[in-house]
C-alpha cells in the first residue's frame, strides 16, 4: 500500500510541529537573549550553529531506522528530544539572566539535544514518505509537508509572540512548555499506525553504520545528488543574513520595511512551493528535473536583478525579491520530491540512510552558506562601497545556483514528475 492523502496530510502534521518547535529557538529565545539580556548576538548565532552542526549525524538515524525497521519510533522520540531541549534552552534564558554560565551550560545542552531530535525526527520522516509515497504524488507530498511547516513556523512565532507580552520567565516557560508538549502528542497521534498499513515486514540487510554508509556513498547517483544539495542549499542560504542589511544599507529600508521584505519573501517561497504542487502532481506539467533546473536558473536570475538594482540605484527591491522567493520555492519543493524518488534506488532499505546524507549536507549547507555570505560581504566592505560588495556576493551566490542547475540535468530523470529517477552519474575521476 502506499500513502493516501490523508496520511500524507497527517505526516505534514510532524513537519509542522518540527517547524513550530525550532521557530521557538531560532527566533524567541534568540531575540530574548539579545535584547532582554542584552547579549551579543554572536551568543544565539553560535548556539543556532551547533544545532546544524549537531545534525551531520543524521546518517546514523536514517540508518537506524533502516536497520531497526520503526521509522515510527524515531519520528516520536525525536521530537520528544527536541521538546525536551526547547523547553531546556528557554530554561537556559532563564537561568541566564541570574547565572550567567550555568545558564550558557544549559543552553548548549539544550541546543545539542534540539539538533539531535531535529536529526532523528526529521530523517525517519523523509524515509517514510520516501518509502511509501506513490511516485506521482512525490511533488505534493513535499508541497504539502513543506506548506504546513511553515504554516508551523508562522502560528508560532505570531502567537507565541502575542502570548508572551508583557514577558516574564513564568510565561516564557509556560507557553514553551504548552507548545513543546503539544508537538510531542500531536506527533504522536499523527503518526501512530500509519507505518503498519504502508510498510510491509522486510529483512534490513544488517551492516555496521560506517559500512552502510560506504555502501550508499559508493552508489554515484547519492554522492552525486549529495553534492547537488550541498552547493544548491549553500546557495540558497547565503542570501539569508545578507539580505536585510542590504535593503538598509543600499536602500534606505528602515528596520520595519526591512521585516516586511523578509515576510514578503517568504510569501514567494510559498506561491512558488504551491505553484510546482499543483503543476507537477495536479496538472502533470513538466518533470521534477524540469523543476528543479527551473528554480535554479528562475533564482540565479533574480539574484542577478537584486544586485543590479543596487548598482543602478532603482528602487524596485521588493518585486524583485519576491521573484527570489518564487523560484527558491519551486527549486526547493522540486528537489525534495527528487530527493524522495532517489532515496529509493540502489541498495534496498536504505532509504534512511540516504535521507540522513542529504539532510547532512542540507544543514552543514545551511550554517556554512549563512555564515560564508556574511563574512564575505564584511571583507569586501574593507575595500569597496556597500553595493558593490553586497552585488559580488549576490552574483557569487547565483553562480552556484547555475552549477546546481547543470549538477541537476545530470543526476535527475527527465520523466514526468515523481517517477523514480534513473540519473546518469557525473564522471569523477578515477572511477
Known amino acids: 500500500m502506499k500513502l493516501s492523502w490523508l496520511q500524507i496530510v497527517r505526516l505534514g502534521l510532524v513537519q509542522m510541529c518540527l517547524g513550530a518547535v525550532v521557530v521557538l529557538t531560532t527566533s524567541t529565545l534568540n531575540r530574548l537573549m539579545v535584547v532582554e539580556l542584552a547579549l551579543p548576538a554572536v551568543l544565539p548565532g553560535l548556539l543556532v550553529a551547533l544545532h546544524y552542526g549537531i545534525q551531520i549525524t ?12 520503526n521509522r515510527t519510533a524515531f519520528i516520536i522520540g525525536g521530537m520528544a528530544t527536541l521538546s525536551a531541549g526547547a523547553f531546556l534552552a528557554a530554561g537556559g534564558v532563564v537561568v541566564m539572566a541570574t547565572q550567567a554560565m550555568v545558564g550558557l551550560a544549559m543552553s548548549i545542552a539544550a541546543y545539542a539535544l534540539i539538533g539531535v531530535g531535529v536529526g532523528a525526527s526529521g530523517t525517519s520522516l523523509l524515509a517514510l514518505l520516501a518509502t511509501a509515497t506513490e511516485d506521482r504524488r512525490r511533488a505534493a507530498a513535499a508541497t504539502i509537508t513543506w506548506l504546513m511547516m511553515i504554516f508551523g513556523i508562522a502560528v508560532t512565532a505570531g502567537t507565541v509572540g502575542h502570548f508572551l507580552a508583557p514577558y516574564s520567565p513564568q510565561l516564557l516557560l509556560e507557553i514553551v512548555g504548552i507548545v513543546t508538549g503539544g508537538a510531542v502528542v500531536l506527533t504522536t497521534l499523527a503518526v501512530w499506525g500509519i507505518e503498519r498499513r504502508v510498510i ?38 547565503m542570501q539569508e543574513l545578507i539580505l536585510e542589511p542590504y535593503a538598509g544599507l543600499v536602500f534606505g529600508f528602515d528596520v520595519g520595511q526591512s521585516t516586511q521584505l523578509s515576510g514578503a519573501q517568504n510569501g514567494g517561497v510559498f506561491l ?46 521588493v518585486p524583485a525579491v519576491v521573484t527570489l522567493g518564487f523560484f527558491n520555492g519551486m527549486f526547493a519543493v522540486a528537489a525534495i520530491g527528487s530527493m524522495m524518488a532517489l532515496a529509493a534506488e540502489g541498495r534496498g532499505a536504505r532509504e534512511g540512510t540516504r535521507m540522513g546524507l542529504w539532510g547532512a549536507a542540507q544543514a552543514l549547507a545551511a550554517g556554512f552558506g549563512g555564515l ?9 566592505r574593507l575595500s569597496m562601497q556597500a553595493n558593490s560588495a553586497f552585488g559580488l556576493v549576490f552574483l557569487a551566490e547565483a553562480g552556484l545556483f547555475l552549477i546546481s542547475a547543470l549538477i541537476a540535468a545530470r543526476v535527475i530523470d527527465h520523466r514526468s514528475a515523481g517517477r523514480a529517477p534513473a ?4 564522471a569523477v575521476p578515477g572511477e
Open 272 to 317: 512558488g512551493m504551491l505553484a510546482v504542487g499543483i503543476a507537477a502532481t495536479g496538472l502533470r506539467l513538466g518533470s521534477l528535473r524540469h523543476w528543479v533546473m527551473a528554480g535554479c536558473i528562475g533564482s540565479a536570475a533574480s539574484l542577478a536583478v537584486v544586485a543590479g538594482l543596487g548598482q543602478a540605484g532603482i528602487g524596485m527591491l
Open 58 to 69: 543524521r546518517p546514523n538515524w536514517g540508518f537506524r531506522s533502516d536497520t531497526k525497521g
Open 372 to 380: 560564508l555570505g556574511a563574512a564575505v560581504v564584511d571583507l569586501l
Open 200 to 237: 510491509a515486514e522486510r529483512e534490513a540487510e544488517s551492516a555496521p553504520f560506517m559500512e552502510g554508509l560506504a555502501q550508499i556513498w559508493a552508489e554515484p547517483k547519492s554522492r552525486n545528488f549529495t553534492l547537488f544539495i550541498f552547493l544548491s542549499m549553500t546557495a540558497y542560504f
Open 423 to 426: 540519473s546518469k552519474p557525473i
